[in-house]
């Protein structure tokens, strides 16, 4: 993942789960969307999207 | 490590007029502001525009959002209204969540009476996990806050400096090991 502010690759630090996002249809195993969060080391940006089946 | 400062925005929890918490949260953000490579603000959450009937990314008010990601660690000054938290404090928190995760946080809990918002903070604590958020163990407990402070918001007990700067130490400590974290430790959860 690049940083869409700086350019830099993100790291991806955490996984969480959204359960907000659930919609029936989607995988069930967690009952919700697990989003993948990622870091960029230069600047404070923040991103995250949905786990790469 | 990015080298640059810390930035912990103190969060005022509560949109009632009157509210002595206000006093609590100037009082605690002067005393993060005298803390060298740190940044802060204090963010009211009565001037954020977070709709009530709306939740998730559609009800987002951009600057919060922002401020949350920017942030390594974030101080709540929570009032104890009937053992709870407030509502509205709750449903801001709720519109993030991604800008919250890995990062500390702290909990001044607020009273009328002698126990320092003591189970506010135990009954956030649940929430503030699920967010995402690390808490850590040293809590501002502010008792009987209707005489704690002077008419022009002035604390008139020293000994709250001393314990605050204890429980800024640790939030600062976590903020930097979770930054750390945050920036150079990769997910191991494939």
Redesign the interface.
């Known amino acids: 993942m690049i940083c869409p502010e700086c350019g830099a690759g993100m790291?991806?630090?955490?996984?969480?789960v959204?359960y907000?996002?659930f919609e029936e249809g989607d995988e069930a195993d967690f009952e919700g969307t697990v989003?993948?969060?990622y870091?960029?080391?230069?600047?404070?940006?923040?991103?995250?999207r949905p786990e790469q089946k | 490590m990015s080298n640059r400062p810390l930035y912990l925005p103190v969060i005022l929890g509560t949109t009632r007029q009157g509210r002595s918490s206000e006093h609590v949260a100037r009082f605690v953000q002067e005393l993060v502001e005298r803390r060298a490579d740190v940044e802060s603000e204090l963010i009211d959450i009565r001037e954020l525009s977070v709709p009530p009937d709306d939740e998730g990314e559609e009800a987002k008010d951009p600057v919060f959002s922002k401020q949350m990601a920017r942030a390594d660690g974030i101080i709540l000054v929570v009032p104890e209204y009937n053992h709870g938290y407030p509502g509205t404090l709750k449903h801001v928190l709720d519109s993030n969540l991604k800008e919250y995760v890995h990062k500390a946080v702290g909990i001044c809990g607020v009273s009328a009476g002698r126990f320092g918002g003591a189970r506010v903070i135990e009954n956030l604590l649940p929430v503030l996990r699920e967010l995402g958020l690390v808490t850590i163990f040293w809590d501002g407990n502010f008792s009987s806050v209707g005489k704690l402070f002077d008419a022009e918001g002035k604390i008139l007990d020293p000994s709250y400096e001393k314990r605050i700067e204890k429980f800024l130490g640790e939030l600062i400590w976590m903020s930097r090991v979770l930054r750390y974290g945050r920036e150079q430790v990769t997910s191991v959860s494939d």
Do not use: G, I, R, T
């Open positions: 790291n991806h630090h955490a996984d969480k959204e907000a996002l989003l993948q969060v870091q960029c080391p230069q600047c404070p940006m923040v991103v995250s």
